[in-house]
């Protein structure tokens, strides 16, 4: 976990929040440096949304502090408002439906001193000249999205909150959304970035988060998690039976499949070694690293074993 600096954009300390019966968030601290993307991450109901909530100070947390821009955000100042972007998940909800996407850009713009043009925003974001002449009403799921980052980004924000920004989108757009993000990135912004697509977190953060069930569960850089995740699939087809292999310690997970086994281990080697020694007919065989998919599966099982919460 990083500790907390003076020149940190955000800082959440010790933040709890609950609803009934649920813990949206506990115990959770987070910072993010200048010019730092952050990517939290986490299944639906994880927390994310409720952390860039509170840390916008649109909900209060019932314990801890936040700082953002060096102020409390329930009462942030006009001038550290002007610092920020943001794209939130129910944000098409207080748009102005009978509007243009232009007139709600250009009225957007107008809220910064100093901001892009209204073209050179619907450029970034992949937003034709047709879908700006367009009530929002009559936009797609997808180009709502496109609007909002649009939004986001017009005011050459300090910090940007971007809340599953892609989701909705085609391939094509979020590689474009995915670029000027690193453009922004290397022109000092710094990002909090919430998704549960994996691949968004490699191809932007220089750290993640893994919220599950309201606790981080892991806080580092991104290029470490390469390094702490020496997991290998082993597909093949054996005749040792299915429950054998399953408690097997070298074992993470197996899975089958058409023809054969697919087994996620953190020690292939030896793993292959007792595979062939105890099946002669082994076959098939092919070895696959594993991704960071593998990563937060196997280490959100783990963690929720290790607090007796059950298997995922």
């Given at each position: ?124 974001s992949g937003i034709s000249f047709d879908i700006l002449e367009k009530k929002y009403k009559e936009l797609s799921g ?171």
């Open positions: 976990m990083h500790m907390h600096k003076s020149d940190d954009l955000l800082q959440i300390s010790g933040v709890s929040k609950q609803y009934s019966q649920v813990k949206a968030l506990e115990d959770v601290n987070l910072n993010i440096a200048p010019g730092e993307v952050l990517a939290l991450l986490g299944e639906n109901g994880a927390g994310k949304t409720t952390a860039i909530n509170i840390s916008l100070g649109y909900i209060r947390p019932d314990s801890g502090a936040v700082k953002l821009l060096g102020e409390n955000p329930v009462y942030l100042s006009k001038s550290a408002r002007s610092q920020l972007g943001f794209m939130l998940q129910n944000q098409e909800k207080s748009l102005p439906s009978s509007l243009s996407s232009k007139e709600i850009l250009q009225q957007t713009c107008s809220y910064y001193r100093r901001h892009e043009s209204v073209e050179r925003c619907a450029e970034i997808g180009q709502k999205r496109s609007l909002q980052f649009a939004m986001a980004i017009c005011g050459h924000p300090k910090l940007l909150f971007l809340d599953e920004p892609t989701v909705g989108m085609d391939i094509r757009t979020r590689h474009k959304i995915w670029n000027h993000l690193r453009e922004m990135k290397t022109a000092g912004t710094s990002i909090l970035l919430t998704t549960h697509h994996l691949e968004e977190a490699e191809a932007l953060a220089d750290r993640v988060v893994l919220l599950d069930r309201g606790r981080i569960i892991y806080c580092g850089e991104i290029a470490g998690i390469a390094g702490m995740e020496s997991l290998t699939k082993i597909t093949c087809r054996t005749t040792i039976p299915i429950k054998s292999l399953e408690s097997h310690p070298d074992v993470i997970s197996i899975e089958k499949m058409d023809d054969g086994v697919m087994i996620t281990t953190k020690n292939s080697d030896a793993l292959l070694r007792w595979l062939s020694q105890h099946d002669e007919n082994l076959a098939n065989i092919s070895l696959k690293k594993g991704n960071l998919t593998d990563f937060f599966l196997e280490f959100t099982q783990s963690e929720r074993e290790r607090h007796g919460g059950g298997p995922v």
